[in-house]
């Protein structure tokens, strides 16, 4: 095989991983993650999840631990998108961004928009859940049905190209 199929091909393939890895982990948290920490903080005894007396509880620092590592795994996987996705952009000629002239660049925009939207949901339930805020639940939500979103637009892009 030449490098004009290899190269390709591990660009898309790298787009791929670092989006299953971005939006799998959001999916984990808000599917797996919070409902078990939620059903084991509501078994637990009072105050077994929570900071007492200067310690915390098993279930706080595992849900800490979680939320650093997947952050971590979040913000590799972005900057591994961008890259990929100008490498990819610049593959198939693409003529710039948020470009509505075509059906193609059309959804490609909406998509890269929704991303832009997601980074921005993402930092601020981060900061909010520093602080164990009820909006972070919500934010979760807002950030399942953007990844939603954005894997529904990439299917369709996919079809289209």
Known sequence: MSVSVLFPALVIFLHDLFTVLWI????FMALVMMPALRAARAGAP?????PAAGREGPLAILARTAQVRLGVVSIVSLVGLVVTGLLLSRQNGSPGVFRFDTAYATVLSIKHLLV??????????RRL???????????LAVNVVLSLAILVLSALNAAMG
Not at 24 to 27: F, K, M, P, T
Not at 116 to 125: D, E, K, P, Y
């Open 24 to 27: 799998g982990g959001i999916l």
């Open 129 to 139: 859940s520093a602080t164990g805020s009820r909006p972070a639940s919500a934010l």
């Open 116 to 125: 832009i939207a997601l980074v921005g949901a993402m930092l601020l339930r």
């Open 46 to 50: 009072a105050g077994a999840g929570t």
